[in-house]
């Protein structure tokens, strides 16, 4: 961490309670400066030296026969001002990246400038921040999280987009010109281990990762964090997979980690809400950016806050449709039902979700509309959904329904609704949807006759593997007439495999 020291006198402001400042020397005090419940007992002459706005408010006292000034609304309060006093009387002061920003704001207040004395503390704190740490990345982050309790005067005084200017061009540059310390507790390489990398002798670099900024930027509050990226994004060199990791990382420090906790607990939600809105508004357009699984948990998110953004959620939901393929069942199954008490399981946005995957198939466009901050981006998309991703999402729900066929009260309709919008993706076997339809019928035993059977018109007996046939003729819970078509099917593949004749069909009601 970068420092400047100032004057060269020792500090003889001392400290008597936890309310009173005053200088030790044999010269008696002669003003009283009032802040919040704190007082500082101190010479007029240092303080006015230095001080425009301090000759104004003492030579209104004095016309008053008071020695009191009243500064209690000056920004940082009494440690800022402490920085401020001891300035004036020469003592020795350390500024750093902790407590620069609210002295450049109080001196601001005061009116430090040029003008009332040559090299005044407005002028040596605004060196100190140019020269040192708006050029250091540690320093530049710690001061943009001081920003928060000195807005508007730091806004005022642009400190906070010079902040934010040089977080974002050092996180855009070559991380092969990164020469800073800097955060990375996530899987390391080799060389970042400690393993030494050698080549025919000679010790190479470390390899910087690409998003080597990303856990630094962690600790900033949402409002800051948001600004940031902005800026990243805006200069364009870094690539979206970075940002999108770098968005991840926030949300799992920020919100994934304890959202279900704070929000059974009753926790004020507000900052959650802003946390998601932020992450949500900032994904890049880009395609593959980040994870199907990552978006699935944003969207789970969602859910538990009841975020007042739908926007987020449809665009969440296009979003996973558009890369429903590089989901699991896991991830699925993490989205919250809706309030009723009944549901167990999210059916209604799964089945948002694949809706939007089955559009795709049938777009005649090459383009994506997404929500990008505040602007709708139009992104390039593959026209056609490809047999691999078909061949992904077919398997992807038929393992989906057979978790769901688990919950006692899954309506039929639900379960049905879903499988069918999925009847026209290729499947190898149709053994998925054999085992969701044996679960459903295991967990609901009082079904119709009707019911059963519009339940297990879902499959196609002929796609049944050998070992699926085996396990469905000695079902006792499937229809007769199903277990006769499956006996059939599979005689008929056996007939067929020696080269056989002619068999006759099942005729069973």
Same mark, same amino acid.
């Not at 199954?333 to 946005?349: K, M, W």
């Given at each position: 961490m970068k420092y400047m020291k100032l004057g060269s006198k020792p500090d003889v402001l001392q400290t008597e309670g936890s309310n009173i400042r005053f200088v030790a020397t044999d010269l008696a005090t002669d003003v009283v400066i009032l802040i919040g419940d704190v007082k500082f007992y101190l010479h007029k002459f240092p303080l006015l030296s230095k001080s425009s706005r301090l000759q104004r408010l003492v030579a209104s006292i004095n016309e008053e026969k008071n020695d009191e000034v009243d500064i209690s609304d000056i920004p940082g309060g009494p440690s800022a001002f402490e920085i401020c006093a001891k300035f004036c009387y020469g003592m020795i002061v350390t500024l750093n990246a902790y407590n620069v920003?609210?002295?450049?704001?109080?001196?601001? *207040?005061?009116?430090? =400038?040029?003008? !009332?004395?040559?090299?005044?503390? !407005?002028?040596?704190?605004?060196? =100190?921040?140019?020269?040192?740490? =708006?050029?250091?990345?540690?320093?530049?982050?710690?001061?943009?999280? &001081?920003?928060? &309790?000195?807005? +508007?005067?730091?806004?005022?005084?642009?400190?906070?987009? %010079?902040? !934010?200017?040089?977080?974002?061009?050092k996180a855009? !540059?070559?991380?092969? @010109?990164?020469?800073?310390?800097?955060? *990375?507790?996530?899987?390391?390489?080799?060389? @970042?281990?400690?393993?030494?990398? %050698?080549?025919?002798?000679v010790r190479m670099q470390p390899m910087v990762p690409t998003d080597w900024w990303v856990e630094d930027l962690c600790e900033l509050e949402v409002d800051s964090y948001k600004r940031v990226i902005m800026s990243i994004k805006a200069k364009g060199s870094t690539p979206a997979v970075v940002v999108g990791e770098a968005l991840r990382a926030y949300a799992y420090r920020r919100l994934l980690g304890s959202l279900e906790d704070a929000v059974s607990n009753g926790v004020d939600c507000a900052k959650p809400r802003a946390v998601l809105d932020a992450i949500v508004s900032l994904l890049p357009a880009e395609e593959g950016s980040v994870s199907c699984g990552f978006l699935l948990k944003l969207l789970g998110a969602a859910c538990l806050l009841e975020s007042g953004e739908s926007s987020h959620r449809s665009n969440l939901i296009k979003r996973i449709g558009a890369q429903l393929d590089g989901a699991s069942v896991s991830d699925l199954?993490?989205?919250?039902?809706?309030?009723? @008490?009944?549901?167990?399981? &999210?059916?209604?946005?799964v089945m948002a979700i694949v809706e939007e995957f089955m559009s795709l198939q049938n777009s005649d466009s090459g383009k994506e509309k997404f929500q990008d901050d505040e602007e709708i981006v139009e992104t390039e998309n593959v026209a056609s959904v490809s047999s691999t991703s078909k061949l992904a999402v077919a398997k992807l729900i038929d393992g989906y329904l057979a978790e769901v066929?688990?919950? +006692?009260?899954?309506?039929? +309709?639900?379960?049905?609704?879903?499988? @069918?919008?999925?009847?026209?993706l290729p499947r190898p076997t149709h053994d998925g949807l054999y085992r969701a339809i044996d679960m459903y019928l295991k967990e609901h035993p009082s079904l119709s006759k009707s019911e059963k059977k519009k339940l297990c018109g879902l499959m196609d007996c002929k796609q049944l593997s050998h070992d699926a046939c085996m396990h469905a003729v000695q079902n006792e819970r499937l229809p007769l007439r199903v277990v006769v078509q499956v006996l059939f099917f599979e005689q008929v593949s056996c007939h067929d495999d020696n080269g056989g004749g002619r068999m006759w069909g099942p005729d069973v009601e």
């Open positions: 920003l609210a002295a450049r704001c109080a001196a601001e *207040y005061l009116e430090m =400038f040029e003008t !009332i004395d040559k090299g005044n503390l !407005i002028y040596k704190i605004d060196v =100190f921040l140019t020269s040192s740490v =708006f050029r250091t990345w540690k320093d530049s982050i710690i001061v943009l999280q &001081s920003t928060r &309790s000195l807005v +508007p005067w730091c806004e005022d005084l642009k400190v906070i987009s %010079h902040c !934010i200017d040089s977080i974002a061009s855009s !540059i070559d991380p092969s @010109e990164v020469e800073w310390s800097y955060t *990375y507790n996530r899987k390391k390489l080799p060389s @970042e281990n400690g393993i030494d990398s %050698h080549w025919n002798g199954l993490i989205i919250p039902p809706n309030t009723d @008490e009944n549901d167990t399981y &999210s059916i209604d946005l066929a688990k919950d +006692p009260n899954l309506p039929l +309709p639900k379960l049905t609704a879903l499988a @069918e919008m999925v009847s026209s």
